[in-house]
C-alpha cells in the first residue's frame, strides 16, 4: 500500500545511454513532481504535472523529458546520459498544486553514470 | 533568486541534548513546510505553518513561522537517536512554487 512509487530505486548506466524511471501514486492527487537531489542533498524540482498538464518545466537539459500517461503516472526518461546526471531523483505528488500544498515523496532512485 | 537559508548546516549533539534549526530568507512565504529524510528514503514532512508567529508541536519537536512570515525555526527537546535525519525546510511563495533550504544534517549519539 506504498503511496508514491517508484522504480527502479537504482540504476547505474554508462554515458550516452537513454533510461526511464517510473512513479506512480495511488493517493489520488491531482499533482505530480520529478525533483533532483544532488550529492549536497540540495532539492531541486525540474518537472510539475497537474491532471496530465505539464505546469513547471525549471531549466532542466531537454534531455529530460517526463510524460504523464494519466494522473497517477509521471515517468521519466532521460536521453543521452551525462556524468552530471547522477544524483537521487524524487517523484512526488502532492493534492493541489498551489501555494505548497504538503509534498509526498517516493523512496527515491539512485541513479550513476559512469 | 529566492533563497532559503537553513542553519546549521550540519549538528552533531549527545542525546539528551536540545538544539534549535533555523530557516532564514528575504522573501515572504504564505507557508512554510518541514520534511525530515532519512538515508535511502524521501523526505516526510512534518509540519505545515501558516500563521506568522504561528507554533505548532509535535511531541518533542516545536515548530515557529516569524511573525513576518520570512522564518521559521525548529527546536528539538532531549533529543533522541531517531530523531537523526536530514532536515529540510520549503517555503510556499505566490507562483505555486515551492523554495527549498539545503538541510541540516543531524545526528544523535547515544
Known amino acids: 500500500d506504498t503511496a508514491v512509487s517508484q522504480t527502479p530505486k537504482y540504476l547505474v548506466t554508462q554515458m550516452g545511454n537513454d533510461k526511464s524511471i517510473k512513479c506512480e501514486q495511488n493517493?489520488?492527487?491531482?499533482?505530480m513532481y520529478w525533483y533532483k537531489q544532488d550529492s549536497k542533498k540540495f532539492l531541486k524540482i525540474m518537472f510539475s504535472?497537474?491532471?496530465?498538464?505539464?505546469?513547471i518545466n525549471e531549466t532542466v537539459p531537454n534531455r529530460f523529458s517526463p510524460k504523464s500517461p494519466d494522473k497517477a503516472h509521471l515517468n521519466l526518461h532521460i536521453n543521452s546520459l551525462e556524468l552530471g546526471d547522477s544524483a537521487v531523483y524524487f517523484c512526488?505528488?502532492?493534492?493541489?498544486?498551489?501555494?505548497?500544498?504538503?509534498?509526498?515523496f517516493g523512496n527515491g532512485t539512485r541513479l550513476t553514470v559512469t | 533568486t529566492q533563497l532559503l537559508e537553513q542553519s546549521p548546516q550540519f549538528l552533531s549533539i549527545q542525546e539528551g541534548e536540545n538544539l534549535t534549526v533555523y530557516c532564514n530568507s528575504s522573501?515572504?512565504?504564505?507557508?512554510l513546510q518541514w520534511y525530515r529524510q532519512e538515508p535511502g528514503e524521501g523526505p516526510v514532512l512534518l509540519v505545515t505553518?501558516?500563521?506568522g508567529g504561528e507554533v505548532k508541536k509535535l511531541k518533542r519537536l516545536t515548530f515557529q513561522f516569524g511573525d513576518a512570515r520570512k522564518d521559521s525555526s525548529l527546536h528539538i527537546t532531549a533529543a533522541q537517536p531517531g530523531d537523526t535525519g536530514l532536515y529540510l525546510c520549503?517555503?510556499?511563495?505566490?507562483?505555486?512554487?515551492?523554495?527549498w533550504g539545503a538541510g541540516t544534517k543531524l545526528i544523535i549519539k547515544p
Open positions: 493517493l489520488g492527487h491531482d499533482t
Open positions: 512526488a505528488s502532492s493534492q493541489e498544486s498551489g501555494l505548497g500544498s504538503p509534498l509526498h
Open positions: 504535472y497537474n491532471n496530465k498538464e505539464l505546469i
Open positions: 522573501s515572504v512565504f504564505s507557508s
Open positions: 505553518v501558516v500563521t
Open positions: 520549503a517555503g510556499a511563495v505566490s507562483n505555486y512554487q515551492l523554495i
